[in-house]
């Protein structure tokens, strides 16, 4: 059974649309959603489609409909606010990517987390960085259509005691709070299609794009996934490299500093009449 992990933070007339990554869940995104909407921005986390689920719920659903979750999202998301950013960690950066090439009009800038169009990480084994090219071919074959990538430590994340937390839920089947265990290779040969899409679109990209990426990215190469954007968009580009964290920027040791340099970011391009007023002190207690 899938779960419905998405989630609504009310703002300012500024809005922000943040999206998960491959087998992920939207509470990938909670810590940088809570400080972004504490900096005045109305925020939607998407749960993409067939996610939140079980492999079977996932294998039956492709990029189209994860695109499609993205852009349902983002059309609603219009009716709220007057201005629209974007984010995305890992896969869920690619949407976002693809989201600022398709509709240049109705995003104005975008977060690039985590940027993934290949798994060529450290802790990728060799044999794992063939397997994204690979499944394109098994599931034009039919051939191990149910079997999956098992993800290993560190599960993208350096700090220990987070990754303790999301290991046990996500080897406990909590896929709506820590996502899958495994990576099916259905659902590979979707991103890899996916990848191959976004990356020739890249130089239609023309709005800014705030690039942050693990140096140390166990997942995610920087220098093949954020490089590759940084070079390949044609709008303005910030680039950060965190020094303190693996691939799930958004929720290790430099989470704080994702959220801070993405408001700074974002409320650059965003007029300040659109950011809903900071509660005072008492206000956030309670007091009267």
């Given at each position: 059974m899938i779960h419905d992990a998405s989630f609504f933070l009310p703002g300012?007339?500024?809005g922000v649309l943040l999206i998960h990554g491959l087998?992920?869940?939207?509470?990938?995104?909670?810590i940088l959603a809570k400080g972004l909407n504490r900096a005045g921005f109305t925020v939607s986390a998407v749960q993409l489609a067939g996610h939140c689920g079980t492999e079977e719920d996932l294998i039956k659903t492709n990029w189209h409909d994860w695109y499609r979750s993205v852009c349902d999202e983002a059309g609603k998301m219009l009716q709220k606010v007057d201005m629209l950013f974007v984010g995305g960690l890992s896969m869920g950066a690619v949407l976002a990517l693809k989201l600022a090439a398709d509709y240049p009009d109705k995003v104005k800038a975008v977060g690039v987390y985590g940027v993934t169009f290949f798994y060529d990480g450290w802790s990728i084994p060799?044999?794992?960085?063939?397997?994204?090219?690979?499944a394109t071919w098994f599931k034009q074959l039919g051939i191990l259509q149910k079997s999956a990538f098992i993800e290993r430590p560190p599960y993208g994340l350096k700090d220990e005691r987070i990754r303790k937390t999301v290991a046990e839920s996500m080897l406990a089947g909590d896929s709506a709070s820590a996502g899958l265990a495994g990576n099916p290779f259905p659902a590979l040969a979707e991103m890899v299609k996916l990848s191959r899409i976004v990356r020739r679109i890249l130089p239609k990209i023309t709005v800014p794009c705030l690039i942050m990426h693990a140096?140390?990215?166990d997942i995610a190469n920087i220098k093949t996934n954020a490089g590759l954007v940084a070079r390949k968009v044609?709008?303005?580009?910030?680039?950060?490299?965190?020094?303190n964290s693996y691939h799930l920027i958004t929720i290790d040791r430099d989470r704080k500093r994702v959220i801070e340099k993405t408001a700074e970011f974002f409320?650059?391009?965003?007029?300040?009449?659109?950011?809903?007023?900071?509660?005072p002190a008492h206000e956030k207690a309670g007091i009267t």
């Open positions: 300012g007339k500024a087998t992920g869940t939207p509470a990938e995104m909670q060799f044999y794992g960085r063939r397997l994204g090219f690979l140096a140390d990215d044609a709008g303005p580009v910030e680039f950060v490299a965190l020094e409320s650059a391009f965003c007029p300040p009449r659109l950011l809903a007023r900071a509660k």
